[in-house]
């Protein structure tokens, strides 16, 4: 491991902490007046369509037993300055990518994020998947694009304390990658853009607030609305965006949002402020100025753990079936904020008198955080329906709940967590091909330092 990572991590350990005894310091709440202090600035905004929405789709729910394995497939190695190393943020899926690929039976392309560290995005092919345990049957995707900054320097992760990031290809109104950037410590920042699908010359435009809401509940995964259920929530194309941060920032589960990109000939100016965002899901409650999001179990998800990391989302479709899922690493039996051998670090132990913090352990458990006893990488199901009565008021945001789960484990390459790689979380972001009703998930450190792709067709 390179000392830029050792002293990366270092870096994160010091924050980690801060930042979790901070949650559990009650007397460094801002009120009052200190409330106006901590809002965002006022910025030019966009001005959202009132027009009502459409009809509710009719629709069965995709079930865990109608995806269908197909295998795995390699990523390419290094280009334009990144690799696929400790890759696993942010994945696309784009319809018109690879032409002279599609002999295969997997037309299309994907657009992803590599390294954590730089978050560039590269394009690549996607060769037919291989069923084995053997790294070395699968295939290998094939580098189209070249990776590159998308943001065009509106985001350095290099300079960002766990950097955390979406993409989503949206063809309407006109072809574009979506992003969102974010941070392991952050409150109320600009987090949200869109790029051309050049990477040579993204044009990026942004970075936009979201309205009101914390980037603590907004600025990791990122997908597509399809159509037809979008318009049951706003008028126009809309997107999902949200985050699952751990330890109850975020609330007691995942967040979701629908938001509309705007106008993209009269894009917003940087700095600006997108308008009717519309809850899908939030486990808790968004007080004004207040970064974290106030909850009680009353209001979490089934099953909430605090070490839970949901990476991915989708929104599935197939004929008349339809699910809204997330991908991530589920944490199961007991947990605690400490270290992974099981050391327990109380929150104000610093404070105490005298102070009875414990030595942190040596490398490779000396990364302090959220750890549980057990974990498995799952698919949560939510029912669409239940998230367009969250956006139209008639269901509160916490009140939907998953109505299935798939255990992805038996799938994985390496289906355990490994501290001596720093590896957290067994899968990372997904993408969906809806024409074929293909799903993409990534499983993160599976190929040496890279990740691989696996791939589920959903059945008729």
């Not at 290099?158 to 574009?176: C, T």
């Amino acid at each position: 491991m390179s000392l830029r990572k050792l002293l990366t991590m270092g870096i994160l350990v010091t924050f980690l902490g801060a930042a979790c005894q901070a949650r559990f310091s009650q007397e460094n709440t801002p009120a009052g007046d200190e409330l106006e202090e901590n809002r965002p600035p006022a910025q030019e905004t966009a001005s959202p369509d009132l027009s009502p929405p459409g009809e509710v789709p009719i629709s069965e729910l995709i079930q865990p037993e109608d995806l269908v394995y197909q295998g795995f497939f390699r990523l390419p190695g290094p280009s334009g300055g990144s690799n696929w190393d400790y890759s696993g943020q942010g994945l696309t899926f784009y319809p018109e990518g690879d032409p002279g690929g599609a002999d295969d039976g997997f037309p299309g392309s994907l657009f992803g994020f590599g390294h954590d560290h730089q978050l560039y995005v590269s394009e690549i092919s996607i060769p037919a998947p291989v069923i084995t345990k053997n790294i070395d049957e699968a295939s290998t995707a094939a580098t189209l694009q070249s990776f590159a900054d998308l943001t065009g320097g509106i985001f350095s992760p290099e300079d960002m304390i766990m950097p955390r990031a979406g993409l989503a290809y949206l063809a309407i109104p006109e072809p574009r990658l979506h992003f969102t950037f974010g941070q392991h410590l952050q409150e109320f920042e600009a987090s949200h853009g869109w790029a051309g699908l050049d990477l040579s010359r993204p044009e990026a435009r942004g970075p936009w607030a979201f309205n009101g809401y914390s980037n603590y509940v907004t600025d990791d995964y990122l997908f597509e609305i399809p159509p037809s259920w979008a318009a049951a929530i706003a008028p126009g194309p809309l997107l999902a965006s949200g985050r699952a941060r751990e330890g109850l920032w975020s609330g007691r589960g995942p967040a979701l949002f629908a938001y509309s990109p705007g106008d993209l000939q009269n894009p917003l100016p940087a700095g600006g402020t997108l308008t009717g965002i519309l809850p899908l899901l939030l486990y808790g409650e968004q007080e004004p100025g207040l970064p974290e999001i106030t909850s009680t179990p009353e209001q979490a998800v089934s099953e909430y753990r605090e070490a839970d990391h949901w990476w991915g989302g989708a929104w599935l479709t197939a004929g008349d079936a339809a699910a809204v899922i997330f991908v991530g690493t589920k944490a199961l039996g007991d947990e605690w904020y400490g270290f992974s051998n099981g050391v327990v670090w109380e929150h104000d132990c610093a404070e105490q008198s005298p102070p009875s913090c414990p030595e942190v352990p040596e490398w490779p458990n000396d990364d302090r955080g959220f750890w549980a006893e057990d974990y498995q990488a799952q698919i949560i199901f939510y029912n669409p329906a239940e998230l367009v009565e969250v956006a139209r008021g008639s269901l509160a945001s916490w009140e939907p709940q998953p109505y299935a789960t798939m255990v992805l484990d038996d799938y994985l390459l390496s289906p355990a967590l490994d501290p001596r790689i720093y590896k957290r979380d067994l899968v990372g972001a997904v993408a969906f091909d809806r024409q074929d009703g293909r799903l993409y998930v990534i499983e993160r450190l599976a190929d040496e330092y890279q990740s691989v792709v696996h791939v589920w067709q959903i059945s008729d």
